[in-house]
């Protein structure tokens, strides 16, 4: 019953909500944990059996193991998301996952390079003119000149590259499709990009692949970055994401409109974009305190 219910579930959020395939996993994966609670801590035969306390109970299990409040939150999402899902389809009755709130997660503003860190990575690190220095200096770039996600990048083919309009087509969460301008810096690397991969027959219609014709792995993608990141800065976090957050505090430093920097960045709601405001405002701030008469300096 409960496989049964799963699997249909998960196909729900794959062909149905069009998931990523990383979502379904995580989904997948947060659920067995959930079951393997219930069938240790609270033995229930039925979905339908299965209470508000029984959830509550798991969720403060994962609280006592130290687990963070963002992945608390993430399980428990998917845990409301499959309750909905088993009330339309009345293989349940009440839904026992509604009314439970999740762990407050403390506001932690985005880690960035600034922009001194960053003209150093164009200038001083040294990539190399190898076909791999030369694609890792370009994923740096595209990361950085488009904020695009780890994800996006991994899967832009070589068609969704527009080198004449200097753009890219992105397809990011919920296969919603956006255009991301670029500009003529980005244009050189990628076309000295497609250069050394043509002479060296790799013919995967992927834009950044392996020496060996293959897609690049997530993984890859953050050993790249956090190797360059390590070279211009001592932030702990050195990821991909670090990458999309520096493109968007920049923008919001130097001017841009916060809806358009939204529509850059494929948020679905300001909210998301608001975050990276907190830089604009110390600006702000700084800028008064030098300025005004009455700031007291």
């Known amino acids: 019953m409960v496989n049964n219910a799963v699997g249909g579930f998960l196909s729900f959020l794959n062909l149905q909500k069009r998931f990523s395939p990383l979502t379904v996993l995580n989904y997948e994966s947060d659920l067995k944990q959930f079951f393997l609670f219930i069938d240790d801590e609270i033995p229930r035969s039925e979905l339908g059996e299965i209470t508000y306390q029984d959830i509550r109970s798991f969720v403060a299990s994962l609280i006592d193991q130290g687990i963070a409040p963002s992945s608390v939150n993430r399980k428990l999402s998917a845990l409301k998301s499959f309750f909905r899902y088993l009330l339309a389809k009345e293989i349940i009755t009440a839904d026992p996952a509604g ?10 503003l985005p880690v960035f390079a600034d922009e001194n860190q960053m003209q150093n990575i164009f200038s001083k690190v040294r990539f190399g003119n190898d076909f791999e220095g030369v694609r890792n200096k370009l994923i740096i770039d595209i990361l950085y000149q488009t904020g695009i996600r780890r994800a996006e990048l991994i899967s832009l083919k070589e068609n969704d590259v527009d080198i004449y309009n200097l753009q890219l087509k992105v397809l990011g969460k919920g296969k919603k499709e956006r255009i991301v301008p670029f500009d003529i810096a980005l244009k ?42 390590g070279q211009v800065t001592t932030n702990k976090k050195k990821s991909p994401h670090v990458l999309r957050h520096t493109f968007a505090t920049h923008l919001l430093n130097n001017g841009a409109d916060i809806n358009a920097v939204k529509e850059l960045l494929g948020h679905s709601s300001l909210s998301a974009t608001q975050i990276y405001t907190h830089n604009t405002i110390d600006k702000l701030k700084k800028s008064y305190n030098q300025a005004h008469p009455r700031s007291g300096n």
Request: net charge positive; aromatic share 2%.
């Open 99 to 108: 009314r439970i709130p999740g762990p407050k997660i403390p506001k932690r």
């Open 188 to 229: 050189r690397n990628l076309e000295t990009y497609l250069h050394v991969k043509k002479e060296g027959q790799l013919s995967n219609p992927c834009l950044l692949v392996t020496i060996k014709n293959k897609p690049l792995s997530a993984s890859l993608v953050t050993r790249i970055v956090t190797s360059v990141l």
